[in-house]
């Protein structure tokens, strides 16, 4: 007698995945790749995502953590985060061949937070300590510049030397809610602060989010595709609990899948985070399929057409 498998309802979030900075940063070690030859250096993990970083790895990528690892006649690509000031003072003091893969997202928040310290104001940066990008921000601005803000219970207790000359700015990967949650209190106690004319909060992470949102009360479990040291990846996991699904989770890929948590499930939401290729999406849903009789449902909240250029140095 044949074993019917149990039915299971796959809800995939559309957009989710690749976003249009990790797909330049991917691009830029290739194209590094083919015009200096292996190996070129990476100063950080590119993108946050294990499988990607092995797959430049076997085309002949050294990720490396700090530039002194990097000898003397090999080009480097610089992270998507960013990088602080020192670190491309240090490239060009050795005459190392450099190539910058910081998001165009990211350098935009760089130079808003330069253009407020110019104007003599102390930025005040909501984001996560410790996080490559954060770092990266703060580096840009003489030393203490930058305050760091992480929770609404922060920016209720922060204390400032001015507050007629503030600015804020935000890391590109955080919750929306949260975030804006802060800027409210910033908004509330600091009334003069200035900040962007549209939030940091990169288009990617936001489409992500509202795509997790649109899908997480009609799921009974919810997979994030992504890494655990991924920011944008975190937050879908926060965002899905927050609106419906309380069983959401962080996995890998397929093979890190804990199928005896999925339960009893009917309804499986799954995304990816901005840093994880659809591969490992196939690969879940492949995985499934293995042990359910699976039927997919795409739910898309919108196009993104978004494109960035690559730097002028690998397209001549």
């Not at 998001?103 to 909501?126: F, M, N, Q, W, Y």
């Not at 989770?249 to 199928?259: F, N």
Request: aromatic letters at 6%.
């Amino acid at each position: 007698m044949t074993h019917l498998k149990k039915p299971l309802t796959i809800l995939l979030a559309n957009p989710r995945g690749f976003c249009a900075g990790v797909e330049r940063a991917i691009q830029i070690v290739e194209r590094a790749l083919s015009r200096y030859g292996r190996p070129v250096y990476v100063r950080h993990e590119i993108v946050h995502n294990r499988f990607v970083v092995e797959s430049l790895e076997a085309k002949g990528a050294i990720f490396v953590d700090e530039l002194d690892e990097v000898p003397d006649d090999r080009p480097v690509v610089f992270s998507a985060h960013g990088v602080p000031k020192t670190v491309p003072a240090e490239a060009s003091r050795r005459n190392l061949l450099y190539v910058d893969a910081t998001c165009p997202l990211v350098s935009k928040v760089h130079r808003e937070a330069e253009r407020h310290a110019d104007s003599g104001r102390t930025v005040i940066l909501i984001g996560h300590a410790g996080h490559p990008e954060v770092i990266g921000t703060i580096g840009q601005l003489p030393e203490g510049k930058v305050l760091l803000v992480e929770d609404v219970t922060q920016a209720e207790t922060l204390d400032v030397a001015d507050p007629y000359n503030l600015a804020y700015a935000t890391q590109t990967t955080l919750s929306i809610d949260d975030t804006t949650a802060i800027v409210a209190a910033l908004r509330r106690r600091f009334p003069a602060i200035q900040g962007p004319k549209m939030e940091d909060i990169c288009y990617a992470t936001t489409n992500r989010q509202t795509a997790v949102k649109a899908i997480a009360e009609r799921c009974d479990a919810l997979v994030v595709i992504g890494a655990p040291n991924s920011s944008n990846s975190m937050r879908l996991v926060e965002v899905a609990a927050n609106y419906g699904c309380t069983r959401s989770r962080l996995v890998q890929r397929a093979a890190d899948m804990d199928w005896a948590w999925l339960g009893d499930a009917c309804r499986l939401g799954i995304t990816a985070g901005a840093s994880a290729p659809e591969l490992l999406v196939d690969e879940l849903i492949a995985a499934c399929r293995q042990r359910y009789d699976v039927t997919v449902e795409e739910v898309r909240t919108t196009e993104e057409r978004v494109v960035f250029k690559l730097p002028r140095q690998l397209v001549a």
